[in-house]
Structures are given as C-alpha cells and as structure tokens.
C-alpha cells in the first residue's frame, strides 16, 4: 500500500508498506493492527473512513470498503483535501 508523505511518520516514514487482507476493510485492519498510532488517521469514532483509499487509481467510496482487492491491486491512502 502506497501510504501519502503526512502518514508516513506512522510508518517509520515507509511511502508503502505490506498489507494483508482480502477486502480494503481487511487490509486497512491489517494497516492498523501494524502501525497502531495510524488508526485514528484511519476511521473516527464512528468507525467511518476518515482518509481517501484508491486502488489501481480510482478512490474508493466509503460504502465499498467490502469490496475484494487481490495482490496485484495496487492500494494507496490518502488524507482528504480541506477547502473548496
């Protein structure tokens, strides 16, 4: 997984890590359960996605995160741009 330049400081400052999971909501989990300080950029309270996934360049909405990704999907994760 591609992880965007203001996450990276959870990940030792990796710009991608190794996900394991057969849906986005599986490797997200995995993503959290390996660098624990990135949950709360990941979901809020709710447990709603807080950051933008894309996969093979097209972002993902929050009702797909059940969606099947395989191993040669590319992943990455982005925070949400603020303003208009």
Same mark, same amino acid.
């Given at each position: 997984?591609?992880? &965007?330049?203001? /996450?990276?400081?959870? @990940? $030792?400052?990796? %710009? +991608? #890590?190794? =996900?394991?999971?057969?849906? *986005?909501?599986?490797?997200?989990?995995?993503?959290?359960?390996?660098?624990?300080?990135? &949950?709360?950029? /990941?979901?809020?309270? @709710? $447990?709603?996605? %807080? +950051? #933008?996934? =894309?996969?093979?360049?097209? *972002?993902?909405?929050?009702?797909?995160?059940?969606?099947?990704?395989?191993?040669?999907?590319?992943?990455? /994760?982005?925070?949400?741009?603020?303003?208009?």
């Amino acid at each position: 997984m591609e992880i &965007s330049s203001q /996450l990276q400081k959870f @990940t $030792g400052n990796a %710009k +991608t #890590v190794a =996900v394991n999971g057969d849906t *986005v909501y599986g490797c997200l989990i995995d993503l959290s359960e390996r660098y624990p300080l990135m &949950s709360d950029f /990941l979901f809020d309270m @709710t $447990g709603t996605l %807080k +950051t #933008v996934v =894309v996969i093979n360049g097209e *972002v993902i909405p929050q009702k797909s995160l059940d969606m099947a990704v395989s191993s040669d999907d590319h992943l990455a /994760l982005l925070l949400p741009m603020d303003g208009g």
